[in-house]
């Protein structure tokens, strides 16, 4: 075997140890893995079952809970239209239920964070549809505000 070939597999045997070692040091006591900025995938994670799970019996503290996440422009957005959504909701019997397939952490530093998350809903509703399953990919802008992180930003993205 030629030097370069030798240099080559001890390189990837170093890379493939570095990393094991650096999973290994990851997982925590229940065995799950944590993540440098896993308070932001967890805000992202329930901003988006908020947005999607919503109930026409339980409006009011659905926009709440959206709400109360809520700072920014997206805060001022939500806030504008609130009773509109409400309305719609209600008026069409909506009963969506929100579930998170997956969720990443775009960019962070230690004060905002850009995190992708894709979800899915089943939505029934006054219009004809039942338990229709629907997709979204959503990127949420996230800020931490003293002791909370809330989201500036919603964006649906293809």
Known sequence: MSLAV??????????????????ALERQPDGSVSTPHEDYLQTAR?????????????VDEDVDRISSAATGSF????????????AV?????????????E???E?????????????????????GAVAEPRTWRMRLGLVREGDRIAVASVEFVP
């Not at 805060?75 to 409400?86: L, N, P, T, V």
């Not at 008026?91 to 929100?98: F, H, L, P, R």
């Not at 530093?109 to 899915?120: F, K, P, Y």
Request: aromatic residues 2%; charged residues 15%.
């Open 6 to 23: 030798t240099s080559v597999m001890a390189l990837t045997a170093v890379a493939l140890s570095g990393a094991v070692t650096v999973a």
């Open 89 to 101: 909701v209600r008026d069409a019997a909506v009963e969506a239920t929100g579930s998170v397939t």
């Open 46 to 58: 329930q901003v988006v079952l908020d947005l999607t799970t919503v109930s026409a019996t339980t």
């Open 107 to 127: 960019t962070a530093d230690e004060r905002t964070a850009s995190v992708l998350v894709a979800a899915t809903s089943t939505v029934t509703n006054a219009s």
């Open 103 to 105: 969720a990443g952490v």
């Open 75 to 86: 805060a001022s957005e939500f806030g504008s239209r609130a009773e509109e959504f409400a």
